[in-house]
């Protein structure tokens, strides 16, 4: 056999069954085999929900929610129990009668300001001065108007703001969640209070409202719009706009309150960034609205209008980023009602740090406005300038409302303390003490400017309290994730690197002993439940303790049942697999390590090729010095390649510059970038058929589905960017309506699918092996004269029979995660494929499959580097902020469950799972079909997926326990926080990806090859 060629050349017959095996062996064989991939993936599943059950453990510890309190605020009773004597109101005489509370999505202070304000020159920006009238009206009319900075508390996501903004709370940490979930606000919030004193209230815009509040809203005006559809700038406000003023117009108002949710400007800056023409288009509009609202509402109907959150510099949300966090806030009535104080005089403020005002002190000033009762579990003072009068003067009715919010939040204060047993001591208290008095000393003494100011204080020291309270962690929760996620960790190493016991022979007893280890650990378990009440539930316990037992049940098997002798001590590759793995679990230690993380892995897929190019350059044979020596430079400089594409994350600039869009300001790619899906649609399926042609397997359904299929779907894929970037900017808005364009573009990527799944898989399960068969014409037989002459039997892409037809599931992945990926992330992705077959090929020429005698470990490692790597090559971050929602409607016009996340999923983890998948290549490419039969390929394939998923569950273990040893740390949410909850992501896709397609990707191959040669 010429094992490059894959020729079984003269007098060389490969291994074909004749008619000397019976069928019923074979048929025996093909029982075993199937029985043996339904038992490794009932183990792979036990394994991943083992992982399920630490990650939630350690979840529930660390990701905190808050107690809420079912009290509410009743309007005729004070917070300190006193009969209210308010008869225009509740708690304090009402001002307005009415109000439109409109909230712009994503609505950032800055975009509110001149762009001159505290600059020399003033900055060409898109978002800049297009929308004037709010500070305008702010300075030439400041009785009549405010403009403040209105600080939202991270996480900067639609729902959480809203919580906030209605209920006056601080957000934990298990809230952001909830985004794509929604449920109803149960505890006391301003619109129920509005609802129980009887108003009319009517909801525009943004349908979240509705999962938030059912059944608030009058039916016969309310008018909601589906929120999701981030490359829809127009349908939501336009339907604002179009029913808000027919009700402005009423002269007898039949409503009471409007909330109006806008969201063009949040999706402009998801589709484009901030700075492009839809924004400033967006901002005018708004402009435009505001002038006409402000020209029918009469004295007695408040404007409030307000941002929830702001946007990055690429348009995106979430974290808490400086321009994340600072959103607008402006203030309307057409009688004189605002004033300023002294640290506000100069309003509005060239920047947000000279008086911003907190979105949680929204809640209370609006109930006092409107004559409503403060709702019970507010944590915000009132807003200053809404209460010190036309002439700034009126410092004792400040003082007033002032006490009525501190009274309600001592009285939420000592509530929660008793429903929580919080134990705390006078210490916690003893800043509110002082201030407390302070303001009651200033008030007997009429000096009223230094009672407020007093109050200001004392609401600081309440909420630093609530923030260090809030964040008190359940650490015998934490430790028991840590607990079950270590035990798990060292099973999966024992098991894959350790043991010498067959993989396949072993699942059986395997699962048993880890099923009598859990029914042993269920019985035993609500025995936690009754000796430690406060720590376990019987429910808990039962689950703790099954999965700790089942786990050391099966570790306890593995270690008894191994066999053979031989060194544990790995080679000079198992020593460099460790190294990586320990060096990176390590560095998440440092936040500056976890920030440079691409840079880290840059670094160590760099010295694997340098290393296995002098591994290569020592090979015995010219034909593997020559190839590994090649394919190592190759790895190398693909590497260094894929550098190019970066996204910056906040806390690497300056020293950083993004590549991956058109510019740091953008979330649309740059023209010259569309010619790399073409770019990639010529010259990927021309390397992969390379690489098939490099062992004859380049046939059967190799040519339909690599030369045809896939370059077909690649070049609907470039289209599908063409004509999405025609969209984005305008090039043919004279030629073509934007409803033609998206429904193109709609059909486009709609194909590009169908050639990759449909098409793809049907390829994939029902192909026959890559190979053509070759019949000479008969010859003597040289050794025996007197023998008939016979026909020669030559088959073509014999010696990578398995890997050749595996090989056929990665342009599949490969096509559908270049669909949801922008240009530059399909440049990564490109190079990841071709990185996959290059190490192939240097697994192959130095001996290092996982079927090599050498056992090594370094291949599933290094694809497992690669993933993790081209994460962040892809367009990727760390960050909640760096996640692309559009991709959720690439295929899609609105959201659609369970598509839409899974297709965010593909976006966000597409480098990880094509990795993932070709995990079974380290085994498969070049392998011998003989070598210890189907048996053998299930040992070590099931050996390359564990050592797989044994690196993402070192990074998930470490990355846990550095967030729960670093929970105090000052970069806990904005790097630790966000990394760990990656690493579970990230570990469990991975574990589906192995069971879902590497596991049944090798059933179909074995079962495809064993039809043709035999099982």
């Known amino acids: 056999m010429n094992p490059q060629a894959g020729i079984a050349e003269d007098g060389q017959r490969p291994v074909v069954k004749s008619t000397a095996i019976t069928e019923e062996r074979n048929h025996r064989n093909l029982i075993s085999f199937k029985v043996t991939h339904i038992l490794l993936t009932a183990l792979f599943l036990w394994l991943t929900t083992v992982h399920v059950i630490g990650i939630l453990f350690f979840a529930k510890g660390f990701l905190l929610t808050r107690l809420v309190l079912d009290n509410r605020s009743e309007c005729g009773v004070l917070p300190d129990g006193e009969l209210s004597q308010v008869s225009d109101g509740c708690w304090h005489p009402k001002t307005f009668d009415r109000a439109v509370v409109l909230i712009i999505d994503a609505l950032r202070y800055d975009f509110t300001i001149p762009s001159h304000r505290g600059l020399k020159e003033p900055q060409q920006k898109y978002y800049l001065d297009n929308l004037p009238l709010l500070h305008e009206l702010a300075v030439s009319r400041p009785a009549h108007a405010v403009l403040l900075p209105f600080i939202a508390d991270p996480p900067t996501s639609t729902l959480q703001r809203l919580k906030g903004l209605t209920t006056g709370t601080l957000p934990t940490f298990i809230d952001i969640g909830s985004n794509f979930a929604g449920t109803a606000i149960e505890e006391d919030n301003i619109v129920s209070q509005l609802k129980d004193a009887g108003k009319t209230i009517v909801h525009l815009g943004d349908d979240t409202w509705h999962s938030l509040f059912p059944g608030y809203f009058d039916p016969n005006m309310t008018r909601p719009y589906d929120s999701f559809n981030v490359w829809d700038l127009h349908t939501v406000d336009n339907g604002v706009i179009e029913h808000i003023m027919p009700l402005l117009d009423q002269s007898a108002a039949q409503w009471d309150v409007i909330f109006g949710h806008f969201l063009g400007v949040d999706h402009a800056g998801h589709r484009y960034g901030p700075d492009h023409p839809a924004m400033a288009e967006k901002l005018r509009q708004i402009n435009d609205v505001l002038q006409q609202i402000i020209e029918k509402i009469d004295d007695d109907t408040l404007l409030v209008v307000m941002g929830d959150h702001g946007m990055d510099t690429k348009g995106d949300h979430g974290g808490e980023s400086d321009e994340e966090v600072e959103a607008a806030l402006w203030m309307y009535s057409k009688k004189p009602t605002f004033g300023r104080t002294e640290t506000s005089a100069l309003m509005p403020p060239a920047t947000a740090k000279e008086r911003p005002v907190g979105q949680i002190d929204l809640v209370s000033t609006l109930s006092i406005l409107l004559g409503l009762p403060i709702p019970f579990n507010n944590l915000g003072k009132p807003i200053a300038e809404a209460f010190t009068g036309p002439k700034n003067t009126d410092w004792k009715n400040l003082v007033k409302v002032e006490h009525l919010a501190q009274s309600q939040i001592a009285r939420y204060q000592k509530q929660y303390s008793r429903s929580r047993d919080l134990g705390l001591d006078d210490d916690a208290y003893s800043g509110q003490r002082i201030y407390l008095a302070r303001s009651a000393e200033f008030a007997a003494e009429g000096r009223w400017k230094d009672a407020h100011y007093a109050y200001v204080e004392w609401h600081k020291e309440v909420i630093s309290m609530y923030r260090r309270l809030w964040a008190n962690f359940n650490m015998g929760d934490m430790l028991v994730g840590i607990t079950i996620s270590a035990l798990a960790l060292g099973l999966l190493l024992v098991f894959s690197r350790f043991s010498t016991a067959d993989k396949a022979s072993s699942a059986p007893s395997l699962l048993r002993s880890a099923v009598i280890g859990t029914a042993v650990g269920a019985a035993i378990g609500p025995g936690l439940g009754l000796v430690a009440p406060s720590l376990f539930s019987v429910m808990t316990g039962c689950i703790v303790s099954s999965s700790i037992c089942g786990i050391m049940a099966a570790m306890y098997w593995t270690i008894r049942n191994r066999t053979g002798a031989r060194s544990y001590l790995?080679?000079?590759?198992?020593?460099?697999?460790?190294?990586?793995?320990?060096?990176?679990?390590?560095?998440?230690?440092?936040?500056?390590?976890?920030?440079?993380?691409?840079?880290?892995?840059?670094?160590?897929?760099?010295?694997?090729?340098?290393?296995?190019?002098?591994?290569?350059?020592?090979?015995?044979?010219?034909?593997?010095?020559?190839?590994?020596?090649?394919?190592?430079?190759?790895?190398?400089?693909?590497?260094?390649?894929?550098?190019?594409?970066?996204?910056?994350?906040?806390?690497?600039?300056?020293?950083?510059?993004?590549?991956?869009?058109?510019?740091?300001?953008?979330?649309?790619?740059?023209?010259?970038?569309?010619?790399?899906?073409?770019?990639?649609?010529?010259?990927?399926?021309?390397?992969?058929?390379?690489?098939?042609?490099?062992?004859?397997?380049?046939?059967?359904?190799?040519?339909?589905?690599?030369?045809?299929?896939?370059?077909?779907?690649?070049?609907?894929?470039?289209?599908?960017?063409?004509?999405?970037?025609?969209?984005?900017?305008?090039?043919?808005?004279?030629?073509?309506?934007?409803?033609?364009?998206?429904?193109?573009?709609?059909?486009?990527?709609?194909?590009?699918?169908?050639?990759?799944?449909?098409?793809?898989?049907?390829?994939?399960?029902?192909?026959?092996?890559?190979?053509?068969?070759?019949?000479?014409?008969?010859?003597?037989?040289?050794?025996?004269?007197?023998?008939?002459?016979?026909?020669?039997?030559?088959?073509?892409?014999?010696?990578?029979?398995?890997?050749?037809?595996?090989?056929?599931?990665?342009?599949?992945?490969?096509?559908?995660?270049?669909?949801?990926?922008?240009?530059?992330?399909?440049?990564?992705?490109?190079?990841?494929?071709?990185?996959?077959?290059?190490?192939?090929?240097?697994?192959?020429?130095?001996?290092?499959?996982?079927?090599?005698?050498?056992?090594?470990?370094?291949?599933?490692?290094?694809?497992?580097?690669?993933?993790?790597?081209?994460?962040?090559?892809?367009?990727?971050?760390?960050?909640?902020?760096?996640?692309?929602?559009?991709?959720?409607?690439?295929?899609?016009?609105?959201?659609?469950?369970?598509?839409?996340?899974?297709?965010?999923?593909?976006?966000?983890?597409?480098?990880?799972?094509?990795?993932?998948?070709?995990?079974?290549?380290?085994?498969?490419?070049?392998?011998?079909?003989?070598?210890?039969?189907?048996?053998?390929?299930?040992?070590?394939?099931?050996?390359?997926?564990?050592?797989?998923?044994?690196?993402?569950?070192?990074?998930?273990?470490?990355?846990?326990?550095?967030?729960?040893?670093?929970?105090?740390?000052?970069?806990?949410?904005?790097?630790?926080?966000?990394?760990?909850?990656?690493?579970?992501?990230?570990?469990?896709?991975?574990?589906?990806?192995?069971?879902?397609?590497?596991?049944?990707?090798?059933?179909?191959?074995?079962?495809?090859?064993?039809?043709?040669?035999?099982?």
Request: net charge positive; aromatic share 12%; glycine share 6%.
């Open 570 to 1015: 790995p080679s000079f590759w198992g020593w460099m697999a460790l190294s990586f793995c320990l060096t990176q679990s390590a560095g998440f230690a440092s936040n500056s390590y976890t920030i440079h993380e691409d840079t880290i892995l840059l670094f160590f897929l760099v010295t694997f090729g340098i290393i296995s190019l002098i591994s290569s350059l020592r090979q015995a044979t010219t034909t593997d010095r020559v190839l590994g020596t090649y394919q190592s430079i190759l790895f190398i400089l693909l590497t260094r390649l894929s550098s190019f594409s970066r996204l910056c994350r906040e806390e690497q600039m300056p020293g950083c510059r993004s590549t991956f869009y058109a510019s740091s300001n953008s979330s649309t790619s740059a023209p010259w970038q569309l010619l790399i899906p073409y770019a990639v649609a010529l010259f990927l399926p021309e390397i992969v058929k390379a690489f098939y042609r490099g062992t004859a397997s380049y046939a059967a359904s190799a040519g339909f589905w690599i030369g045809f299929s896939f370059r077909i779907g690649l070049l609907l894929v470039a289209a599908y960017w063409t004509i999405d970037a025609a969209d984005n900017g305008g090039w043919l808005a004279d030629r073509i309506s934007a409803t033609a364009l998206k429904t193109t573009n709609l059909t486009v990527a709609r194909c590009a699918l169908a050639i990759a799944l449909p098409v793809g898989i049907g390829t994939f399960v029902w192909a026959k092996p890559c190979i053509n068969i070759s019949v000479s014409e008969p010859r003597p037989v040289l050794d025996n004269p007197g023998a008939p002459p016979r026909p020669q039997l030559t088959i073509f892409g014999y010696a990578n029979v398995y890997g050749s037809r595996y090989l056929l599931m990665i342009p599949l992945l490969v096509l559908t995660v270049a669909l949801l990926l922008p240009p530059m992330g399909q440049f990564s992705i490109a190079i990841c494929t071709w990185q996959i077959m290059c190490l192939l090929e240097i697994l192959d020429t130095n001996a290092l499959t996982v079927s090599s005698r050498y056992k090594s470990s370094i291949g599933p490692i290094v694809l497992a580097l690669l993933g993790s790597y081209h994460f962040f090559k892809t367009g990727h971050q760390a960050t909640l902020a760096s996640i692309q929602w559009n991709s959720a409607f690439v295929p899609l016009r609105t959201i659609q469950y369970p598509w839409s996340p899974l297709l965010v999923v593909f976006n966000t983890f597409g480098a990880q799972i094509i990795c993932a998948a070709a995990v079974p290549l380290t085994v498969l490419w070049k392998r011998p079909t003989g070598k210890a039969g189907l048996r053998g390929l299930w040992n070590d394939v099931s050996g390359a997926c564990l050592t797989h998923m044994l690196y993402y569950a070192t990074i998930q273990l470490a990355t846990t326990m550095w967030a729960g040893h670093l929970r105090r740390h000052l970069m806990l949410y904005r790097v630790f926080m966000p990394r760990y909850l990656m690493a579970c992501a990230v570990l469990l896709i991975v574990d589906l990806v192995l069971v879902v397609a590497s596991l049944a990707g090798v059933r179909a191959v074995g079962l495809s090859v064993g039809e043709v040669f035999g099982y």
